[in-house]
């Protein structure tokens, strides 16, 4: 069963996109461990007054990171954070919105 905040979604994006995403928004990302096999991808990120890291699985689309000071974890699927303009900037980060598989 499909998360309620993933069911807007199409698909995850690949890892061009994200590191293209990233660069627009001066967010850095550290591919290392994913190309000697990793599946995962770290982020350091910063949205309005929030910011964090974030490991993102490239082979599930699954993601987990903490908010930084308070050092909070979240995950992707996580229902109470779906409505928060960081949270949906990381989805938007991950996902690809249905109706705009092609954008």
Not at 2 to 29: D, M, N, Y
Not at 65 to 78: A, N, V
Request: charged letters at 25%; aromatic letters at 12%.
């Amino acid at each position: 069963m499909t998360p309620e905040p993933l069911k807007q979604f199409a698909r995850v994006r690949t890892l061009e996109e994200i590191t293209e995403l990233c660069a627009k928004h001066g967010w850095s990302i550290d591919t290392t461990r994913y190309e000697q096999g990793a599946d995962s991808v770290l982020i350091q990120w910063k949205h309005g007054k929030r910011r964090g890291w974030l490991s993102v699985n490239m082979a599930t689309g699954s993601f987990g990171g903490e908010l930084l000071p308070s050092s909070k974890y979240f995950w992707h699927d996580e229902p109470g954070n779906d409505h928060k303009p960081w949270f949906k900037a990381l989805l938007n980060l991950v996902y690809v919105r249905a109706g705009k598989e092609g954008k």
